[in-house]
């Protein structure tokens, strides 16, 4: 009993610090940029002025925001194109996705599903929790404030909608409003997202077979074969297709497992601009990567889609490559094309069981 005793008094020694990036996730190491590196007093002044454009942009609480949106829409799509400033994210993020509207129409609804109700997915949550944004501080510690409101997040969203209820990849995307938030405004988002207050609904990709992720995949293999006919004609011999690397980028909207800060960036233009913006980025990130990609074969070229190198994850150097490339027009024409195909597909199955 004694020797347990000293195990346990010699394993609770002093805990050494944490060493965090500006994210608050862990540090793997210190690297040599990471030792010298530091803002210089013009870089601290530029983002002042950034800052003090986006607070008179959208007034005390968001006062403004719409009265300015209407009036000047291509001054906010350029600012939000070059990011939103970290310290006003969580507040921008719930003005252009529509969710502060649903909170303000729904007074006590976030309170009572969290309270009152019991979700059937409850089991699965407290499973996933712990693998949502494991090395970032807000989530490390078990049953600690973070996983507890990733817990009541998703579970509250599971009774509000029953026939999505949870699937895992939500977890993501309510960790990472989490982290710029509260509880109930993440909740709204995540509601205003998958039942599309703003832009498309993103519900598909979740409902049981998944049917818009699907539906995306297929859209983004048809829009590689058109922007990078090579690397489409490369895929084929080595029958490589988009859900072996790029499903995740559509159910996590690239924050599974993206540089945090290119996820961001990501996401401050899909609340604004919808969806198109992953399929750019997707397009992107093959075009930048195209003359490597084109030479491997079928185990390499798996890796490299799934590992892209550190260049090709830079937002200032991906994302205006991004918005160069055109897609809308690429999009409507596959998304018709598929319900098309799709719609025949079930049309057979019809007939089928009819003559069984």
């Not at 800052?51 to 959208?58: G, S, Y």
């Not at 949106?69 to 939103?84: A, F, L």
């Not at 303000?104 to 699965?124: K, R």
Request: charged share 25%; proline share 5%.
């Amino acid at each position: 009993m004694e020797k347990k005793l000293e195990e346990d008094d010699h394993e609770a020694g002093p805990v050494p610090a944490l060493r965090l990036d500006r994210f608050g996730f862990l540090k793997q190491e210190l690297s040599p940029q990471g030792l010298t590196k530091g803002r210089s007093a013009y870089e601290y002044e530029r983002e002042e002025r950034r800052v003090r454009k986006w607070r008179k942009m959208i007034g005390v609480g968001g006062s403004d925001w719409k009265h300015y949106i209407r009036r000047k829409p291509h001054v906010v799509k350029r600012r939000i194109r070059k990011g939103i400033p970290d310290c006003l994210r969580g507040l921008v993020w719930q003005l252009i996705s529509g969710s502060r509207d649903l909170l303000l129409m729904n007074p006590g609804v976030y309170e009572q599903l969290v309270i009152y109700e019991t979700s059937a997915s409850e089991l699965d949550i407290i499973r996933d929790i712990s693998r949502t944004f494991p090395s970032h501080v807000f989530f490390q510690q078990r049953h600690g404030p973070g996983q507890r409101s990733l817990y009541n997040v998703l579970k509250a969203y599971s009774v509000f909608d029953t026939e999505v209820g949870y699937v895992q990849g939500m977890g993501f995307l309510a960790g990472l409003l989490l982290l710029y938030m509260s509880e109930e405004d993440a909740f709204w988002l995540l509601v205003a997202l998958l039942k599309g207050a703003v832009h498309a609904p993103m519900e598909g990709l979740y409902q049981v077979g998944l049917p818009l992720v699907q539906q995306y995949l297929f859209q983004f293999d048809q829009l590689v074969k058109e922007h990078l006919p090579k690397m489409g004609e490369h895929f084929t011999q080595e029958m490589i297709n988009p859900s072996m690397y790029a499903s995740q980028w559509f159910i996590t909207v690239f924050s599974y497992s993206f540089p945090f800060h290119l996820a961001l960036r990501i996401w401050d233009v899909f609340l604004y601009e919808g969806v198109r913006i992953v399929f750019k980025v997707g397009l992107a990130l093959l075009k930048y990567c195209h003359d490597d990609l084109i030479k491997l074969p079928f185990e390499k070229l798996i890796h490299a889609l799934r590992n892209f190198p550190d260049d090709a994850m830079n937002p200032d150097t991906l994302l205006p490559m991004a918005y160069s490339i055109k897609v809308s027009r690429g999009l409507e024409e596959t998304r018709q094309e598929y319900e098309k195909k799709n719609g025949k597909i079930n049309q057979s199955t019809e007939n089928e069981k009819q003559l069984q």
